[in-house]
C-alpha cells in the first residue's frame, strides 16, 4: 500500500545551523498539527553530519548538498523532492509556537483560494517584539518587513500584505512551482520578496496569519549588516525592481531607482561601506541584458492586472521610511476558474 503524501512539507535549509537546528527541530517535534513530514538540506555544512532527526516523530529526511548552493536554489531542490499539498518554509533560527502548523491548517480551510500565508515572527531575544508580520514593497524598490522591533500587541488579526517573510512562510506547492519558485541566481536575500512580488503578477494574494507564530533570531547565520548581507541586499534589490514591475511604473520609478545607486555610491566612504556596495551594483548591472530577458519573460506571463499589482504595493511614504507595517483588510472574494482542492482533507483522516 502506498502511503499518502502528507498536507505539509516542512523544509528547513540549514547551512552552519547547528547552534539553532535542534532547537528548531524540537519546535516542530512539540507541533500539535501532525500531518506533515520534514526535508532538512544539509547545504554545504561543516557540521552537517551532526544533524540528528532522529527525535521527530513524523517522517523526516536529510538531503544533502556537497556545496553551499544558497536559500533560494536550497529551498527549489527540497521544494522538487516535497510531497505535501503545501511547503512550509522555516529557518533553522525560527522556532515555531506548538500551534503554528494548526493555525495555518486552520487558515487553508477558512482561506479556500489563498495560496500564501505569511506567520508572525517575534524576537527570540525578546518575543513582545515583532521580528515582522509580512513583507512590503515600494516601487521606489525598496522592502521590509512590517513593524519589526514594534510591540507584538499591534497585530491583532489577520491581514493582507505584499508577500510573506520565508524564514517561515506557506505556499501551496503547485503554485509555487507553476511560478518557477525561487530567483536561484539571488543565492540569498530578497528572494522571498522577489517570489511574493511573481506570486502577485500571477494573479495570487498573501494572507498574514496572527495565530502562525515563531521565534526569530534574524541573520543569525549570515549575520546583520555583514559585508555578505550588504552585497546580496544591494545587488538583489535592484534585480527585483528590473524583474517585476510592470511599465509603466517601471519607467517612471527607474530614474529615482539610478538616482538611490548613485547616493549609495556617495554615502559609501562615509559608511565605510563603498567597496562592497560599489561592487553589488556593478554586478547587478554587468547581469542587465540577462535580467531584463527574465524581466520580459515574467511580464508576458503576468495574469493580474496592472491596478490589481499595484494596489499591493506600499505608496505612504511614511510607512515606507518609517518601516511601518502596510498590512491591509482582507478582501472576500474569488479567483476566476474553479479552486483548486486546499488538500485540507488529508488532517480528517
Same mark, same amino acid.
Given at each position: ?44 555544512? &561543516? ?18 548538498? &556537497? ?83 514594534? &510591540? ?55 494572507? /498574514? ?84 530577458? /527574465? ?42 476558474? &474553479? ?11
Amino acid at each position: 500500500m502506498v502511503a499518502r503524501a502528507p498536507l505539509i512539507t516542512v523544509l528547513v535549509v540549514a547551512y552552519n545551523s547547528g547552534t539553532y537546528l535542534p532547537r528548531c527541530l524540537a519546535a516542530l517535534e512539540a507541533q500539535t498539527f501532525r500531518d506533515f513530514d520534514v526535508l532538512v538540506l544539509d547545504n554545504g555544512s &561543516p557540521d552537517g553530519d551532526d544533524i540528528d532527526l532522529s527525535n521527530l516523530g513524523v517522517p523526516a529526511k536529510v538531503v544533502r548538498s &556537497p556545496e553551499n548552493i544558497g536559500f533560494a536554489a536550497g529551498n527549489n531542490l527540497l521544494a522538487r523532492q516535497a510531497q505535501g499539498t503545501w511547503l512550509a518554509l522555516l529557518n533553522p533560527d525560527a522556532f515555531a509556537d506548538p500551534g503554528w502548523l494548526q493555525a495555518f491548517a486552520d487558515a487553508v480551510v477558512r482561506y479556500d483560494g489563498i495560496s500564501v500565508f505569511g506567520s508572525t515572527q517575534l524576537l527570540d531575544s525578546d518575543p513582545a517584539l515583532l521580528d515582522g508580520a509580512g513583507d512590503h514593497y515600494s516601487p521606489l524598490g525598496l522592502a521590509w518587513r512590517g513593524d519589526r522591533l514594534k &510591540p507584538a500587541s499591534l497585530v491583532t488579526e489577520d491581514a493582507e500584505v505584499m508577500g510573506p517573510c520565508a524564514a517561515a512562510a506557506f505556499y501551496r506547492r503547485d503554485v509555487f512551482e507553476a511560478v518557477g519558485g525561487f530567483a536561484e541566481t539571488y543565492f540569498c536575500y530578497y528572494e522571498d520578496v522577489e517570489l511574493g512580488l511573481r506570486f502577485r503578477l500571477a494573479g495570487e494574494r498573501c494572507i /498574514q496569519l496572527v495565530g502562525a507564530r515563531v521565534r526569530h533570531v534574524a541573520s543569525a547565520i549570515a549575520g546583520e549588516n555583514s559585508d555578505f548581507s550588504r552585497y546580496h541586499i544591494t545587488r538583489n534589490r535592484i534585480w527585483t525592481f528590473l524583474r517585476t514591475m510592470p511599465a509603466p511604473v517601471f519607467h517612471l520609478f527607474l530614474p529615482l531607482l539610478l538616482a538611490q545607486l548613485a547616493l549609495i555610491v556617495l554615502l559609501g566612504p562615509v559608511r565605510g561601506d563603498s567597496p562592497v556596495r560599489v561592487r553589488a551594483i556593478r554586478d547587478a548591472l554587468r547581469a542587465f541584458p540577462a535580467v531584463m530577458k /527574465q524581466r520580459a519573460e515574467i511580464q508576458a506571463g503576468r495574469k493580474a492586472g496592472k491596478c490589481t499589482f499595484l494596489s499591493a504595493l506600499s505608496w505612504n511614504p511614511v510607512k515606507i521610511f518609517a518601516s511601518e507595517g502596510d498590512r491591509r483588510p482582507i478582501r472576500r472574494e474569488n479567483k476566476a476558474g &474553479p479552486v483548486p482542492s486546499t488538500g485540507v482533507e488529508h488532517a480528517a483522516d
